[in-house]
């Protein structure tokens, strides 16, 4: 009925001639369709039969629902894990002979099998370009299941039931002909377990190769999504670009193809447990949220601690260094979840356009600020966890006289009315002691020290968010020893999440696997928020890329890093809180 | 009430294994002045400060095991080796939902009043640097008047303003006055049906009825247990071409374990009635006739909108305990259309199989172990208010029973 009274719109692809570009992160333009008289800003003609009453409309409702009778959603699901459960489709993952594929796209994707989260019609398309058969590979998974397995023993039945669900091609990303070969297999796979036309690809390929894909993608026609169903997901894997300008292209290039609606865009961060407690930490909790201000904030602390180095990943890691590989996203993310402004609502795109205020609020990395406010390090030789460790450049695949950055800190500041004059340190580093990952938000001092004589300053109070491996929230403070005197010192109170023990928490991979087959993109990364990201990481890279060589290695294996970086914050009067 | 009878002693508190709880302090008292002396107590005893440097900032930092606070836990349990299992599972989840926890077993009714307080601490460290986690257990046996008025003993123990879970082991807590005073102080009532003599089904239409006079949460591990079945038969239903038979149930069969046809020993008929309710209360219908014994099992019928939905609870021989699930059977129908979904399960996993006209469409099997108590009282305590399915559940159950349970 409300059809025929108001003509629908129809969006148009982004990239369509004629259509004005919009920039990414904003909505999608909408046009009136053809049969709608475009030139006169009246409405269109009111059918004869449109209800003109309330009561008409009423009955008219009424009567459209009882003509119905087909629910639309589960009604046993109520009360269950998954109130909706993805809708049936296939997962074309590309490069699923890779690395990535092996550790964490096939445990997430066989957890989410065993536990019953996914649907029964769900195909996993594997495409790579080494010659193997499907027996193969499925034995390369299980394989990979009994090393990345967040629980084992394997479960052989739910596992022989998934392994039949995993098919592979052979797919060269630039031969055209292996992506017309693509659509037809895709056809076949739709009709022969009922997928009905959804696919979600996964882009677990190097980085190089998403736009190439994309395209491709594009050319065949496999980016339509149709009308009676048939969604077209695509997930990118970090890093999505290497600098700005690279990011914007990338997103040019995958804009052309499919709508932002339709990307997903990962950093495994926001998947992890605490992360999204972070959310409900600040904003599910009424006494933190006044006090969450440049007024009572001295600074804020961000540190993501790797005591691996590079493992096998060297020639990756040349050209990302920790710039890219982690204060692009991590380390930003982080600050962006700590620092933005409620949203209006818990969907992706409120919290998102939040997170990317905050970006747009960091004080421009200026050459000047860069050489002052950033510091970067590369690992040495030393001990970590007991056992010596080489230096960066004696790593497999690394350049003996590599300059790329193993460690990176970085002052930064967020020009807005809530964090004025607030710095936020951020650091992470590869082959530092020990691996952990945590928020520190410093409270000021007391405005007048009431205990001088108190054979201990208690220390301002510190709230400190563990993201791993102790999840956890400490609040420190301070409190009166027992005694005659007043002797005051700090104490800690401590909320640890449940021990590893009991808890079965989901792996972030399991977690963005499973929103994006839901259609929920809170927990991605827009384009506009990525390039935001570079906007502050450019400047950095683009800073040192002109300078002279830097003074490598500048750290020991199995220290928090250079010097330097310890004299960025003791330059203002503070210190690293040593985790 | 009488002078304390020892005085307490500490375990000096040594950390076990990471995330394994250890006795760290035990103490007696026989009032409850001195109950509140031991535990205040407990929190000033040097063995329960650690000096050290917890941040690895150079100060050293006083870390007491800290007492935790998420609410306060009353088990309600008539005999001492039940207190004990109890305690067992509680003081496995002192990590996870750490709690103060009162175990209380009424002793000698008739006899004078008296009452003897156990104190105990248990801390756990879930790793090396992270500071203890402490959790009091307090267990206490009153004799005489005292175990009638259960709530004065246990008002004064409570943690000020903290929900209070009251986990009563074993049979239901109605309609004694002894219930009925500790039910006057406890936000959510965790039972286990399953667990009750008889059918259970006399028990159950009680807890209905006390669900609608109180506001109080009902957490049954009969119910819960089930929720891996409910998770296989909405599957059932989730392909979009088997969504609209869900609107369209003709019978619903489900087969419980016996161990002998004698008769003599009624089985546990609570869980096989929980699964016809919830389906019934989720898919709309309403009971047309009540559940009555038949020649083999029980009958019942429900009504989805003019149609009649027979019912049959039957019993099978197995070894598994009596009273439980092996199948439940749904049929549904679209004009000519029928569909038979047919779900069972095991130890560890549970399988779907629905064949529409006959053809088989859905073959399934997944994961899904069967949980302990501890598992179980995890999710309960997780759980915050009452869960809408759960109370419409156990209302639907009380309706299929009727006033004269079979």
Known sequence: MTETATPRRRRVPRGTPGTPETKPGEPEPEVAPESAPDKTPHPAPRPKDAPRTMRELRLARAAGRKRSARPKVNPLRMGLRLERVPDPSVLVLFGATGDLAHRKVVPALYHLWRSNLLPHEFVVLCLGRRPYSPETLRAEYRASLEKYSRVLPIDETAWRSFARRIFYERLDFGDPAGFDQLVTRLEHLDLEHGTEGNHLYYLATQPSAFAEIVAQLGRVGLDHERHEGGWRRVIIEKPFGHDLQSAIRLNREVGKVFRESQ???????????????LLVFRFGNGIFEPIWNRRHIDHVQITVAESIGVENRGSFYEETGASRDF?????????????????????????????????????????????????RGQYGSGWVEGKPVVGYREEPEVDPESETETFIAARLEIDDWRWGGVPFYLRSGKRLPKRATEIAVQFKDVPHRLFRDASAEPEPNLLAMRIQPDEGIMLRFAAKVPGLGIDVRSVSMDFTYGSAFTVDSPDAYETLILDTLLGDASLFTRADEVEAAWSIVTPIIDTWANEGPPDFPNYEAGSWGPEAAHALVARDDRKWRRI | MTADLEQPRSVTFMPGEEGRPV????????????????LARIW??????????????????????????????????????????????????????????????PADPDGPSWFDANIQAHCMVASETAPATCAETIYLTCGGESGRHLEAIIAPLLIHDLPVTLWWP?????????????????????????????????????????????????????????????????????????????????AITVTYAEHDDSGIEAPNLVKPVYHVAWLASRLGMRVSRRLAPESAGFSAALRNGRVEVPVTIRPMQSELPAGTTLRVEIQAAIQRSVLRADITAEQEAVHARVWLDDERILERGFSALRRTD??????????????????????????????APP
């Not at chain 2, 009282?377 to 006033?403: H, S």
Request: hydrophobic fraction near 40%; charged fraction near 25%; glycine fraction near 4%.
């Open chain 2, 170 to 250: 074993d049979e239901p807590p109605l309609p004694t006055h002894v219930s009925a005073s500790a039910l006057e102080v406890c936000d959510r009532l965790v039972i286990d049906g399953s667990s009750w003599h008889g059918t259970g089904l006399t028990q159950l239409r009680r807890m209905a009825a006390f669900q609608q006079r109180r506001p109080v949460a009902i957490s049954d591990f009969a119910l819960i247990r089930q929720s891996r079945w409910r998770e296989a038969i909405a599957s059932v239903f989730d392909r979009p071409d088997v969504l609209p038979f869900v609107s369209h149930v003709r």
């Open chain 1, 327 to 375: 204060l692009q996203n991590h380390l930003l993310q982080l600050m962006s979840l700590v620092a933005m402004e409620p949203p209006a609502t818990f969907e992706a795109n409120p919290l998102r356009d939040e997170k990317v205020k905050v970006m747009r609020a960091v004080s421009e990395m200026t050459p000047e600020r860069v050489q002052a406010d950033v510091v």
């Open chain 2, 23 to 38: 006795l760290a302090w035990r103490s007696r008292a026989s009032s409850i002045e001195g109950i509140q002396t031991e």
């Open chain 1, 263 to 277: 990307v997903y865009r990962i950093d495994h961060y926001l998947g992890k447990e605490t992360v999204r407690n």
């Open chain 2, 44 to 105: 000033a005893h040097p063995t329960m400060q650690r000096d050290i440097d917890l941040d690895h900032d150079g100060v050293i930092d006083r870390q007491i095991g800290a007492r935790t606070s998420v609410m306060n836990l009353v088990v309600v349990a008539r005999r001492p080796e039940t207190g004990e299992r109890c305690a067992a599972t509680i003081h496995a989840l002192t990590g996870r939902h750490p709690s103060r926890t009162l175990i209380v077993t």
């Open chain 2, 374 to 403: 501890l598992d179980l009282l995890a999710e309960v305590i997780e759980t915050g208010g009452r869960d809408p399915v759960a109370v419409e559940t156990l209302a639907m159950a009380a309706a299929i029973i009727g006033e």
